[in-house]
RNA sequence: GGAGAGGUGGCCGAGCGGCCGAAGGCAGCUGCCUGCUAAGCAGUUGGCGGGGAAACUCGCCCCCGGGUUCGAAUCCCGGCCUCUCCGCCA
């Protein structure tokens, strides 16, 4: 979340933001409030003092063997008055935090304002493929090799679960693999990780409360399924001070994701382009506010790196305003070529939310020298989601006889094998 | 799931309901001393918020949330977490 002080100092700018954002416009509420709060507390701590000082008093008085039976009666009231006012502070705070946490971030200036329509195509890797039949979609594909069973996942747990078999199931965990191995070598440090978190974690990356229709709740222990991995990665140390010298942390996790995906029925129904369960590998990083922009370049280079690995074509995009999610500031999306389906699928997320996550899950880091803590940048992308960059593969290595090609770089993951016939 | 123990500052560890934001120790920092290091001596070292240009000042924070009280680290209730034992279980 912002800064409240912020907030304060610079309406315009976050009331700009949110309309960039499309999102609902709270902030002269916020800012009556936050009025309110301030004159609440000048108030309390006036009483507070006077009560504090007159208390002294009174425990000098007893211990000198003096009467202070009227001091006491008078301060009974201010204590109560005290106590009155110290709850409509803590409503007035409640009130206070509820809307700043649906505040957006405010998009880096460097971000074009506008619809999706204003997104920037920044450049394009590899060849399509150009396959000299009509090349078939993955679950065609999927099905006539046996390695993808759409009916079998809906038979077990509805529609929008998918099953993989054989060579499938095991290019998926080749691919896991693939990018986990790659990313540690750049350095990430390779986690594994609760899947289930607290509505507080989901707070603290800024899933909730904006997005609390889009995911699966465990009602019996109030605990959400991760949309990502992004949640559990980010939040690690929540709520700590850890020392700046830690920084930067790079961390890499494979996961599944778990999305209810409630606002898009109908779309992308068929096959693995949109599941409620797939697997992702995310990068996540903290990092010194300073280097954070440089970060994301390299954190964008290092989910490219594995898409250039397998030789699949991609472009990359710089969302513009309209299109960034609520916490970003900055975020560009990788999207791969595939033939069967013939679109581009966005497999990769690279996003810089500077101080926002760390605001809001209150995640600081002290000074090397010593000093005031602050609030480090976090970053997060995904290196990269699985069904989506097996779609590809599935759909540009096919051959005209139907079989699937593995890309070269997989084969020793695969046992040697090269082609799925 | 059952029974017990415990959660205090960067760490260890004390704490009668009233100068306790908290003794003492360790670690860190600053002086002094000293060929260097160590030791010794003295001082110093938390977070959040309000006001102020600033020096500074006020309030809150002893796991969290309530309660009792003029006053709570200390008493009461609820929760969370950690540890030990038993049971169950991949």
């Known amino acids: 979340m912002l800064d409240l002080k912020f907030i304060r100092e610079n309406p315009d ?23 309110r709060r301030r004159d609440i507390i000048g108030e309390v701590e006036a009483l507070k003092h006077q009560k504090n000082v007159a208390s002294e008093n009174v425990a000098k008085t007893k211990k000198a063997g003096g009467d202070a039976s009227d001091a006491i009666l008078a301060l009974r009231a201010v204590s109560d008055k005290a106590q009155a006012l110290d709850e409509s502070l803590r409503q007035v705070e409640e009130q206070i935090l509820q809307l700043q946490l649906r505040i957006p971030n405010i998009p880096n200036s460097d971000v074009p304002v506008g619809d999706e329509s204003a997104n920037q195509e920044l450049r394009y890797w590899g060849e399509r493929p150009s396959l000299a039949f009509k090349p078939a979609p993955h679950w065609e594909l999927g099905e006539t ?8 996942g809906a038979n077990v747990s509805g529609s929008g679960f998918f099953v993989l078999k054989g060579a499938g199931a095991k290019m998926q965990r080749a691919l896991v693999s693939f990018m986990l191995d790659r990313h540690t070598a750049h350095g990430y440090i390779e986690h594994r990780l609760p899947y289930l978190v607290t509505a507080r974690t989901m707070q603290g990356t800024g899933q909730l409360p904006k997005l609390a229709e889009d995911m699966y709740h465990i009602e019996a222990d109030d605990l959400y399924l991760i949309p990502t991995a992004e949640v559990p990665l980010t939040n690690l140390s929540a709520g700590a001070i850890i020392p700046a010298d830690l920084l930067p942390q790079k961390a890499v996790a494979y996961t599944p994701c778990f999305r209810r995906e409630s606002g898009a029925h109908g779309k992308d129904t068929r096959g693995m ?132 090609i593995i890309p070269e770089v997989l084969v020793p993951y695969m046992g040697g094998q090269t082609e799925i016939a």
């Open 145 to 152: 090799l046996g390695i993808y069973d759409g009916a079998a």
């Open 13 to 35: 700018l976050v009331r700009q933001a949110i309309a960039n954002k499309n999102e609902a416009d709270k902030l002269n509420e916020l800012l009556a409030l936050d009025g």
């Open 273 to 404: 382009l949109r599941v409620h369960q797939f697997d992702k590998v995310e990068l996540v990083k903290v990092v010194e506010p300073e280097h954070s922009y440089d970060e994301l370049e390299l954190l964008l280079a290092d989910a490219e790196a594995i898409l250039q690995a397998l030789k699949l074509p991609y472009r990359v995009k710089l969302l513009a305003t309209g299109d960034l999610s609520f916490a970003a500031a900055k975020c560009y999306d990788l999207e791969v070529y595939s033939a069967g389906v013939d679109t581009w699928l966005e497999v990769s997320s690279c996003s810089n939310f500077v101080d926002f996550q760390a605001r809001r899950m209150n995640l600081r880091a002290r000074p090397k020298g010593g000093g005031k803590p602050f609030f480090p940048h976090t970053l997060n992308g995904s290196g990269l989601a699985l069904p989506r960059t097996m779609i590809a593969i599935w759909e540009n290595y096919q051959t005209a006889k139907g079989s699937i």
